[in-house]
């Protein structure tokens, strides 16, 4: 019998693994080619739909390429998307709705929206945390408790993420502070097959 419960829980993990192997085969990746060094993110479309839908639209509009990670605090997040190396905002289209109670947590190398003191005010600017940030999770459908949207995972590349986090950081103009003295710039971002993905 103990042979046969043996076998019984080597095929269900494998079964677990394989479908876990699948939806990570399901879900949509982007690269970030940044002057630092690629950064893969995989998506979760199935927890933050809207979330993903807003971001794939500004990776295939070519949003993101140009601009900077123009806010680095090492220890806590690096968040880019929003501006190009000379510091001037792009125009973005409406914010989202926020998504955070989905059950996605920002811990280390989960990728978030970025937002205003308004819980529904995310546009094209993500972060991706260094830290596990539970402070920024949803509690509770109000203006304090609904944190930030967790929708993507850095799945290659945290090496990277990591070293943009030690770059030398300065005041930029106001109200930015600890913008990377040398800007780290996103160079290109592109959807990809999981199996194509482009290495620097």
Do not use: W
């Given at each position: ?163 943009i986090a030690k ?23 592109e959807v990809v ?8």
């Open positions: 019998m103990r042979p046969l419960l043996r076998t019984l829980a080597f095929v269900l993990a494998l079964g677990a693994a394989a479908l876990a192997h699948a939806a990570e085969q399901k879900n949509p990746h982007v690269v970030l080619q940044t002057s630092m060094g690629n950064i893969t993110l995989e998506l979760y479309p199935e927890n933050a739909p809207k979330t993903v839908e807003n971001f794939l639209r500004y990776v295939r509009d070519c949003h993101y390429n140009g601009t900077i990670f123009h806010r680095v605090i090492d220890g806590f997040m690096i968040q880019g998307g929003g501006f190009t190396r000379d510091m001037k905002e792009k125009p973005t289209r409406e914010s989202i709705r926020n998504e955070a109670g989905n059950g996605l947590r920002n811990a280390i190398g989960m990728v978030a929206m970025a937002r205003t003191a308004d819980p529904h005010s995310a546009t094209a600017q993500f972060f991706i945390n260094l830290a596990s940030n539970d402070f920024l999770d949803f509690k509770a459908p109000t203006a304090d408790g609904h944190g930030y949207a967790v929708f993507a995972r850095v799945s290659d590349g945290l090496d990277v993420v990591r070293r770059v030398p950081t300065k005041a930029g103009p106001p109200p930015h502070k600890d913008v990377p003295v040398q800007p780290v710039i996103i160079q290109r971002a097959e999981r199996a194509q993905q482009p290495r620097k």
